[in-house]
Structures are given as C-alpha cells and as structure tokens.
C-alpha cells in the first residue's frame, strides 16, 4: 500500500480548487466528500500520470475550473469508473488500491456522479422501432406460413451498438414505405393465390434425399461441373396423372466470373422434365420446371450433370447445389386441397353463402389476425374498419369474399400498428415517469427477443389474462425449446461474434495459402468452409445456452461441432461425413473455443494476412468489454513496418509500429491478444512458423496476466478476467433484448446481471432469465 503524502503539491492543488467551498457548512459542502474521501485516493494512484500538467492519453484529472461542473461531468468519471472497474488503470506495473479503495471510488462515482439507486434502476428509453427485415421475414412466415425473401427486397438495416434492432437507427423513409406498401400485396398473393380454396395438391421433397448412383454417400448439396454422375431419388405420388416438377438449384464456388460449364438433365418417372447448360450464375434460387404423366405409388426422380467446357487456367471451378423438388399434381382436378396461406387465414375452411354469417366470419377471420399482427387488445373500431373493405371488395365485378380478405390483411401489413413496435405509457414526454409496460408490450418484447417474431396465441392470452408476469420463467423455457428459438442464436451470434460475415469477409485464399491460382486454392480452402464455421461457432453457443453451460466454456471449450470437412480443413483426424457432431479436442489444445474457430479468426483477418490489431480489438470489444478508442488520423499502415526487415515476422512487424509515441497506448491493450492468436492463419489454420522463423505467442495483458500461448491465454481470459466476460456478454446480451445500447444508468442493471451470473455459475440460459426479469426489459420511461 503506497504511502500518502498528506502536504503534496497535488492535493494542494485540489484543495484550492475547491476555493469557498471548505468555508461553509460540511453537510452541504457537495465537494467535502471528494475532497476528504475521493482526492487523496487520486492522489496516490492518479495524478502522477494525469495531472499537473501530465495528461497521458489527453486524460487530465486536474484541468477543470468549475468543480460543481467537474463532479457532475459524467463522460470524465465514466472514464474512471470504467478503467477503474476493469483494472486497466492503474497500469498493472505501478501501486494498485486494495479492494476496499477501489470499492470506495466506484461507489462515490456512482452515487454522487452517476446519482444511481440499485434499489430502483433506471430502465432507460426505447425510441419506437420498427420491425427490421429479419423480423419482418419472420413475422409473415408465422401469420401467414409466407417464404419471403425480405433481403431481395428491402434495402439492409442499419446498426447501432452492433445489433440491427436498435431503434435509434431504424428509420423510415418514403421509398422503404412504397415498399412496405408492395410488399404487403406480394405477400397476401404468395399467402392466398387465385384458386387457394381448391389448389391443386403441392408436395415438396427436400434435396437431401437425392443420392448418386455409383456413390451413396454422395448427396445433391456440392456437385462439380467436373465430374459426370446420375442422382436419384424415389418419392411416392397419390394418383395417377400429369404433373409439374419443379427442381430449384443455385451455383456455387467461383467468386468471379468463369467459363465452366456443364449440362443439367432432369427427369422424373422417365419423363424428361427439362435441361439446361449451366454456367456462372448469382442468382439465389434458380429454377427448372416442366410436365411429366406420372403413376400413382413410387416414382423415380433422376437428375445427371454432364460436364461442359472446361475453366480457363487460374479461374475457379463451379458446383451445383439442389436446393429442393416441388411437386404438383395431379393437374387434372381430380384432387384438391387448401393451400397452406388459406388453411391459416380461413379457420373454417370457405366462407357461407348466408350475408350474415359471411360478416360474422370475416369478424372471426379479422380478429384472430389483427390480435398477432398488431399485438395489443382488439380494437372493435379497427375490425370494423377492416370489414368494411371486406365488403366493399367483395362487392366489386369479378372479385369474391377471398379477395376482400386479402385487401383487409394487405391493409393491416402496411399499418404502423404492424411495422412498429409501440409501447404506450401514461407520460411519454416524463422522463421522470417510471411504469411497467403492459403485458402485451412485455409479451412483443419477450418474443422479438427470443424468435425475432410476433408472439404466439399463449402469449398473447397470457397478457390478456394479465398472468404473464407471473409466469415468465415457465415461459421462457417454453420459448427456448421452441425451434423458433434458433433465430436468436444465428441473429444474436450473427452480429455480436459476426459469424454472419464469415460467408462474405474478402480472404484471398491463393495469397494466404501461397499458391498460384484460385483453382488451387479453392481445393484447399472448400467454398462450404465458409458456411462450416458459421455453424460451428453457433452450435457452440447453442450447446452452452440449452445445456445450462458457464459463458467461459465460449472461451475455453475442449471440445466443438465439426464436419468431416471442417476437422481436416482444422488437422483433426477421426471425423468424416457431412453431419456435424461434438468433438473432443483434449488432444488439441490448440482447438476449442471462440478465439481458435474459423469464424473469428477470419473475420478479424485482413484479405492476404493476419491482423493481431483486429483479433485484438475483437476480444477487448467483444468478451471483456474493454475497447480502446479510435486511432487517431494518419496512423502510418503496418506494412510500412515490414520495410525496415525483409521478411520480417507479425510481431516484429508490430514491435515497429508501436514503437512510435501515437501507437504506444492502445496497442498495449490490443497486441498482446492478438499476437497470442498468431498460431492461426488468415484462414485459420493452425501454423507455428512465419517465415522460416518459430512463431513467439507469448504475453502480458495490460492487466498484468501472462500467458505462453493460445491455451493459456485462453485460460486466463476465461478465469482471471470471467467477470469481464459476464459483464460484456450481459451488456451485449441485453442491447440486443432491448433494442438500445447501454448508458451509465445502466450500470446497476449489469451489476445485478454480473452477480446473477456469478450465482448460478455463469449458465447462460440463468442470464436470459435475468434479462427477461430485469428493469429494463420490464419497464420504461418517458424520453424528457
């Protein structure tokens, strides 16, 4: 414990600063307390680098001329309390305070700056949002059972905070409008087309089911245009007749442009349905139709590729991947069925002929509808609004009570009521007005959170019946074994790890992996990969979430879910084929983890080399929730760095470039990290020499921890700093449930969530629950 100094310079100088103020009365004295409790603790482990005249970082503590207005300058203590909390500062090589000091400035940072009261956390304001396009894409599959490609139509969200929920950035201009308007249209039609009330009988038969002739274990999901073969598969029919087949396909593999070719033939109970030649085409779904007279039982579908023109030397080869077979049939009328929009629109099948009862099911049809669209109590002035547009189309030449059903769901898909997530309270304009949100908003709340979606029809009676609050936990473990409830890992995942970039991050694979062409490259680094990792860094996620895990297993897993593919792409012998399962690494302890997957290693990866600045900053942003701030303007880039050694090694690279002043201070919170991954490639792979030279991955965090290498480090991050990553993923998880990023305000909330962890040994599954319960999430108050 260091010794204080009790006439130094310093405190004098903080002592005249508060100039009239030690003359009058102590109980009112609002800079008594800083200058008795709060000074002489700055002055032991503060100032010698932050003030009388020493501003290391632009960070001066002494430098204010008002201290009223000093004490309230919440960015300054923000500062303070944030370092402080994290144990960036005091730099790990100078005198720490005990744990009773720390505890002692937190707390006055908090209460006399922050003016918290853990007893009543403030839940902050939600701006009303819209629904973005991932929700919108949910939203009509679950109302209508409607497959709606939001991405080919609206443009991308945009994000704040990290997430694409927030709803400070979504944003209505007119010409998303126009197309909320179209849209709404394009999606009644795809729900209720012409003849849905007798539509001819529409079978769909996945892709998977295809399998090669000569090869069984071969399926339809990566086939080369290199290679000539027959798939087949048998599926049974109901009658005998004339039926349309439909095979949807999408190309694959080059990033560019090439001259590969081959020929498609696909026919179905030996009837040709068609062929095409195939060539380099982006199109998402890509179509191959035509009629075949098929019998009723088992009928064999076959489809061949025969290989075409070969690519030109250096462009990459093309695969075709069978998305799904569509069948419909048989074409003469002979059977009917509802489709699928019209089976959950028309509860009772088709309407009476009696007006009356008409107008009573159209109010049935309505209600049940507006109740999940719109997500608040039915409004009997609003129903009947829309029956009026029932009516009115169904009045008009040529049109039916369908069509009139149609415009009045049309209608309710353009209503802000749908679009936006409004919560309603008393005093909007209050920002000292605190309440609950009602039940129905705690129930949209709790199903965007966890589906991305509307909520479901026990939701919603819940709310009704007011007993939601009340049974929140059983709720919660309903929804979460719902398989709606993937949305929130590849959502959530998606954007806070950015496992949703990994199929797009520009890697130059050829560069990376030293070869001479991207042909070349391609047969070492497999296109699928891509979507391989993806997957792995979700099941890892999913696994700890349902399985009641602790959050550092994201960390220092032994174990993860590969392919065949991925575990040899990885050096890891004894897995095969294209299911992925749990994979014991103990004989790798190089695997296992977040900071050693695919995903993460690409995606903070330049497009021919390794960035331990990126990896770094990944880490400290992302799982402790300590990121530095911006580099300042005109940071000279690392490779200028390599000029001054031939060949030099990352590391040394990097010792270069932060000798210089400006660089010095973030790089020693970000370089160790990211040199401690240096084991892994730009395409993660695992090497232990750069350049003829072995790889040194050894370290000191700027919290004092060292590690060899990536297992120790993982260990440390996962054991010495576990209470970095319980607050980090708290405060990310609850920006994502909420829909705004965190505020100082907050920091009681994630205290709470951080000792909730720390009570039920990290389960992530606990820290949803804590979420679900806590003020933010349940209440709200006015913007001010």
Same mark, same amino acid.
């Given at each position: 414990?260091?010794?204080?100094?009790?006439?130094?310079?310093?405190?004098?100088?903080?002592?005249?600063?508060?100039?009239?103020?030690?003359?009058?009365?102590?109980?009112?004295?609002?800079?008594?307390?800083?200058?008795?409790?709060?000074?002489?603790?700055?002055?032991?482990?503060?100032?010698?680098?932050?003030?009388?005249?020493?501003?290391?970082?632009?960070?001066?503590?002494?430098?204010?001329?008002?201290?009223?207005?000093?004490?309230?300058?919440?960015?300054?203590?923000?500062?303070?309390?944030?370092?402080?909390?994290?144990?960036?500062?005091?730099?790990?090589?100078?005198?720490?305070?005990?744990?009773?000091?720390?505890?002692?400035?937190?707390?006055?940072?908090?209460?006399?700056?922050?003016?918290?009261?853990?007893?009543?956390?403030?839940?902050?304001?939600?701006?009303?949002?819209?629904?973005?396009?991932?929700?919108?894409?949910?939203?009509?599959?679950?109302? !209508?059972?409607?497959?709606?490609?939001?991405?080919?139509?609206?443009?991308?969200?945009?994000?704040?905070?990290?997430?694409?929920?927030?709803?400070?950035?979504?944003?209505?201009?007119?010409?998303?409008?126009?197309?909320?308007?179209?849209?709404?249209?394009?999606?009644?039609? !795809?729900?209720?087309?012409?003849?849905?009330?007798?539509?001819?009988?529409?079978?769909?038969?996945?892709?998977? *089911?295809?399998?090669?002739?000569?090869?069984?274990?071969?399926?339809?999901?990566?086939?080369?245009?290199?290679?000539?073969?027959?798939?087949?598969?048998?599926?049974?029919?109901? @009658?005998?007749?004339?039926?349309? +087949?439909?095979?949807?396909?999408?190309?694959?593999?080059?990033?560019?442009?090439?001259?590969?070719?081959?020929?498609?033939?696909?026919?179905?109970?030996?009837?040709?349905?068609?062929?095409?030649?195939?060539?380099?085409?982006?199109?998402?779904?890509?179509?191959?139709?035509?009629?075949?007279? *098929?019998?009723?039982?088992?009928?064999?579908?076959?489809?061949?590729?025969?290989?075409?023109?070969?690519?030109?030397?250096?462009?990459?080869?093309?695969?075709?991947?069978?998305?799904?077979?569509?069948?419909?049939?048989?074409?003469?009328?002979?059977?009917?069925?509802?489709?699928?929009? &019209?089976?959950?629109?028309?509860?009772?099948? /088709?309407?009476?002929?009696?007006?009356?009862?008409?107008?009573?099911?159209?109010?049935?049809?309505?209600?049940?509808? +507006?109740?999940?669209?719109?997500?608040?109590?039915?409004?009997?002035?609003?129903?009947?609004?829309?029956?009026?547009?029932?009516?009115?189309?169904?009045?008009?030449?040529?049109?039916?009570?369908?069509?009139?059903?149609?415009? @009045?769901?049309?209608?309710?898909?353009?209503?802000?009521?749908?679009?936006? #997530? +409004?919560?309603?309270?008393?005093?909007?304009?209050?920002?000292?007005?605190?309440?609950?949100?009602?039940? &129905?908003?705690?129930?949209?709340?709790?199903?965007?959170?966890?589906?991305?979606?509307?909520?479901?029809?026990?939701?919603?009676?819940?709310?009704?019946?007011?007993? *939601?609050?009340?049974?929140?936990?059983?709720?919660?473990?309903?929804?979460?074994?719902?398989?709606?409830?993937?949305?929130?890992?590849?959502? =959530? +995942?998606?954007?806070? !790890?950015?496992?949703?970039?990994?199929?797009?991050? /520009?890697?130059?694979?050829?560069?990376?992996?030293?070869?001479?062409?991207?042909?070349?490259?391609?047969?070492?680094?497999?296109?699928?990969?891509?979507?391989?990792?993806?997957?792995?860094?979700?099941?890892?996620?999913?696994?700890?979430?349902?399985?009641?895990?602790?959050?550092?297993? !994201?960390?220092?897993?032994?174990?993860? =879910?590969?392919?065949?593919?991925?575990?040899?792409? &990885?050096?890891?012998?004894?897995?095969?084929?294209?299911?992925?399962?749990?994979?014991?690494?103990?004989?790798?302890?190089?695997?296992?983890?977040?900071?050693?997957?695919?995903?993460?290693?690409?995606?903070?990866?330049?497009?021919?080399?390794?960035?331990?600045?990126?990896?770094?900053?990944?880490?400290?942003?992302?799982?402790?929730?300590?990121?530095?701030?911006?580099?300042?303007?005109?940071?000279?880039?690392?490779?200028?760095?390599?000029?001054?050694? @031939? #060949?030099?090694?990352?590391?040394?690279?990097?010792?270069?470039?932060?000798?210089?002043?400006?660089?010095?201070?973030?790089?020693?919170?970000?370089?160790?990290?990211?040199?401690?991954?240096?084991?892994?490639?730009?395409?993660?792979?695992?090497?232990?020499?750069?350049?003829?030279?072995?790889?040194?991955?050894?370290?000191?965090?700027?919290?004092?921890?060292?590690?060899?290498?990536?297992?120790?480090?993982?260990?440390? *991050?996962?054991?010495?700093?576990?209470?970095?990553?319980? #607050?980090?993923?708290?405060?990310?998880?609850?920006?994502?449930?909420?829909?705004?990023?965190?505020?100082? &305000?907050?920091?009681?909330?994630?205290?709470?969530?951080?000792?909730?962890?720390?009570?039920?040994?990290?389960?992530?599954?606990?820290?949803?629950?804590?979420?679900?319960?806590?003020?933010?999430?349940?209440?709200?108050?006015?913007?001010?």
């Amino acid at each position: 414990m260091p010794s204080h100094r009790s006439t130094s310079p310093r405190l004098l100088k903080g002592l005249s600063i508060l100039g009239g103020f030690l003359a009058g009365p102590a109980a009112a004295d609002p800079g008594e307390d800083y200058r008795k409790r709060i000074v002489p603790l700055l002055e032991s482990y503060c100032f010698d680098c932050h003030a009388d005249g020493a501003k290391k970082g632009g960070f001066s503590m002494d430098s204010h001329e008002d201290l009223n207005r000093h004490l309230s300058d919440r960015k300054h203590w923000g500062a303070v309390w944030h370092n402080l909390r994290s144990q960036i500062m005091p730099p790990s090589d100078k005198d720490q305070p005990t744990v009773e000091e720390k505890r002692e400035l937190l707390s006055w940072i908090e209460k006399q700056v922050f003016k918290l009261d853990p007893n009543q956390p403030d839940p902050g304001r939600v701006t009303i949002r819209r629904l973005n396009r991932t929700e919108y894409r949910n939203a009509v599959f679950d109302l !209508l059972g409607v497959e709606y490609d939001t991405t080919e139509v609206f443009p991308p969200d945009d994000t704040g905070y990290g997430f694409d929920n927030i709803g400070d950035v979504l944003t209505l201009s007119p010409l998303l409008m126009e197309k909320y308007l179209s849209a709404a249209h394009e999606v009644v039609d !795809l729900a209720l087309p012409k003849g849905a009330d007798a539509q001819v009988p529409r079978r769909e038969i996945s892709a998977n *089911l295809f399998r090669s002739t000569d090869d069984p274990a071969t399926d339809s999901s990566w086939l080369p245009f290199s290679k000539r073969q027959t798939l087949s598969l048998q599926h049974d029919l109901p @009658a005998d007749g004339e039926y349309l +087949v439909k095979l949807e396909y999408s190309i694959h593999g080059a990033t560019e442009a090439t001259t590969d070719e081959a020929r498609l033939e696909f026919s179905a109970g030996g009837s040709s349905i068609g062929s095409v030649t195939l060539g380099w085409d982006q199109r998402r779904v890509i179509e191959l139709s035509g009629k075949a007279k *098929l019998g009723k039982g088992p009928q064999s579908m076959e489809l061949g590729i025969l290989p075409g023109k070969r690519p030109h030397e250096g462009e990459e080869e093309l695969f075709l991947r069978i998305r799904r077979v569509i069948v419909q049939g048989p074409l003469g009328g002979t059977m009917r069925e509802y489709a699928k929009g &019209y089976r959950m629109i028309f509860p009772d099948g /088709p309407p009476p002929d009696d007006a009356k009862a008409r107008e009573r099911y159209a109010r049935k049809i309505m209600r049940g509808f +507006v109740s999940r669209a719109f997500r608040k109590p039915l409004d009997e002035a609003t129903i009947d609004r829309l029956l009026k547009i029932v009516r009115e189309v169904d009045a008009e030449p040529g049109a039916d009570f369908q069509d009139g059903i149609k415009e @009045a769901i049309a209608a309710c898909l353009s209503s802000p009521r749908f679009l936006f #997530r +409004v919560e309603m309270q008393p005093e909007p304009d209050n920002p000292a007005k605190v309440v609950p949100l009602d039940e &129905y908003s705690l129930a949209s709340r709790l199903s965007f959170f966890l589906w991305g979606s509307l909520p479901d029809d026990e939701l919603l009676s819940l709310a009704f019946r007011k007993e *939601l609050r009340s049974n929140l936990r059983q709720q919660v473990d309903r929804m979460l074994a719902d398989p709606r409830s993937a949305r929130l890992v590849s959502s =959530f +995942v998606g954007q806070w !790890l950015q496992a949703r970039d990994v199929g797009t991050v /520009p890697v130059s694979a050829k560069d990376i992996l030293g070869l001479s062409s991207n042909r070349e490259a391609a047969r070492v680094f497999d296109p699928r990969l891509r979507d391989d990792m993806r997957r792995e860094t979700e099941m890892l996620f999913d696994h700890i979430l349902r399985s009641g895990r602790p959050l550092e297993e !994201l960390i220092s897993a032994r174990y993860s =879910f590969l392919n065949g593919r991925l575990a040899r792409f &990885y050096g890891i012998a004894g897995v095969e084929g294209e299911a992925f399962r749990a994979v014991d690494l103990t004989e790798h302890p190089e695997r296992g983890g977040l900071l050693t997957q695919g995903t993460v290693l690409m995606v903070t990866s330049n497009p021919t080399r390794t960035s331990p600045v990126k990896r770094g900053l990944f880490v400290l942003d992302n799982l402790l929730g300590t990121p530095p701030p911006p580099a300042p303007p005109g940071i000279p880039p690392l490779e200028d760095a390599a000029k001054e050694g @031939a #060949r030099a090694t990352m590391r040394e690279m990097m010792e270069v470039h932060r000798s210089k002043p400006e660089c010095r201070g973030c790089h020693a919170r970000m370089d160790p990290i990211g040199l401690g991954m240096e084991n892994f490639d730009a395409l993660g792979r695992y090497r232990s020499t750069e350049h003829g030279k072995p790889i040194d991955t050894s370290g000191r965090l700027v919290t004092g921890e060292s590690f060899a290498d990536i297992a120790t480090l993982k260990s440390v *991050l996962a054991t010495d700093r576990r209470r970095d990553l319980y #607050r980090c993923v708290s405060e990310k998880l609850l920006t994502f449930a909420i829909g705004r990023g965190m505020e100082y &305000y907050d920091a009681t909330t994630i205290d709470q969530l951080t000792r909730h962890l720390d009570n039920h040994r990290g389960s992530l599954r606990e820290l949803i629950q804590a979420i679900v319960e806590c003020a933010p999430f349940q209440k709200r108050r006015g913007d001010g």
